[in-house]
């Protein structure tokens, strides 16, 4: 007899199968291809078209580089900056250098409305953070939002207070825009009050 060796390998017969099964699996290779319907589905069914999107992210879309959009945001918040401080201290002519004319023109027009009722807005910003939001992929327009919680009153012509400080938290959201070669907030959202 010969001896029993458990590492030696045997080859295996195939096995036979029966013709069921190969019917079987000839009909769901088929079914597969789309040729044969299965049990309980309708041929509409096997026909079902699929669509994929690929989504990108804005970065992915834009032509910038991270270096681009970097300094496209310093100088995006270099203007809204100056821009707001010009705001804030009413710097009427300071206004157009950072404002598109028809925002500077609005708060010129405000400006004269408050000398003709002979008051003064005094504006007082606390608890301010600016940042950029966004900048669109061909990096000609850029959103920048303005927080900070309005301390601002109005005064008459001698500095006398005339209302009471709101100590309201604001937010207003600046769209800025390359223009000739520099950037101008064109367009700002916020509530009246905080426009003010």
């Keep these: 007899m010969p001896e029993h060796d458990p590492f030696r390998t045997r080859a295996r017969r195939p096995r036979m199968r029966s013709s069921s099964a190969l019917i079987g ?106 940042d950029i939001l966004d900048i669109n992929a061909s990096g000609d327009q850029a959103l920048a939002q303005y927080s900070f919680t309005d301390d601002s009153y109005f005064a008459d012509q001698n500095g006398k207070a005339l209302t009471d400080p709101t100590h309201k938290d604001t937010l207003i959201q600046f769209t800025l825009e390359r223009q000739d070669g520099g950037w101008r907030i064109v367009r700002s959202i916020g509530a009246t009050e905080s426009l003010q």
């Design 25 to 130: 699996l000839s009909l769901a290779g088929a079914a597969l291809l789309g040729g044969v319907p299965l049990a309980g589905c309708s041929q509409d069914d096997a026909y079902q078209t699929h669509v994929v999107t690929q989504v990108t992210s804005p970065e992915e879309a834009s032509a910038l580089t991270p270096l681009d959009r970097g300094k496209i945001r310093r100088e995006v918040l270099a203007v809204a900056r100056s821009g707001v401080e010009a705001w804030m201290a009413d710097d009427l002519d300071g206004l157009e250098d950072y404002f598109g004319a028809d925002l500077a023109r609005q708060f010129q027009d405000q400006a004269a409305g408050y000398a003709r009722d002979t008051k003064t807005r005094i504006r007082v910003h606390t608890a301010t953070h600016l």
